[in-house]
């Protein structure tokens, strides 16, 4: 396992932007493993909305294509997540998670099942 650290969230009005950081412990690499962006209101399961693997392909959820990029930022040991054209529907608990394998299951990705290393979160607010 690894711990990560999520940062970066806060309250935004609808079309502004936020970038998300998950740190990872210096024990290990994150940019050469997969690492998956989740997100999770009260009451309803994580889902995933985006994730990198080792040699940078990435996986968006429909419901964020375009919207928001994920990428590394191998000098801080990070996965970022830059979230742009916020909408009301973004609002959750983000958590950043990673299984320590090097390639993003592409059929499976989004569930988090498999996952053993969570962050702690970091909530996002975006009001109208």
């Known amino acids: 396992q690894v711990q990560l650290a999520e940062s970066g969230g806060g309250s935004v009005q609808a079309g502004g932007s936020l970038r998300l950081s998950c740190e990872g412990a210096r024990t290990h690499t994150l940019s050469g493993f997969c690492v998956v962006w989740f997100r999770q209101i009260a009451g309803a399961e994580r889902e995933g909305v985006a994730a990198?693997?080792?040699?940078?392909?990435?996986h968006y959820a429909d419901s964020v294509k375009d919207r928001f990029t994920v990428s590394k930022d191998d000098s801080q040991n990070s996965i970022l997540l830059q979230m742009n054209s916020l909408k009301r529907d973004d609002s959750a608990m983000y958590y950043c998670?990673?299984?320590?394998?090097?390639?993003?299951?592409?059929?499976?990705?989004?569930?988090?099942?498999?996952?053993?290393?969570w962050g702690q979160g970091t909530q996002v607010t975006v009001s109208s």
């Open positions: 990198i693997g080792r040699y940078g392909t990435t």
């Open positions: 998670a990673t299984d320590l394998r090097p390639f993003c299951n592409e059929i499976s990705w989004f569930r988090p099942v498999g996952y053993h290393s």
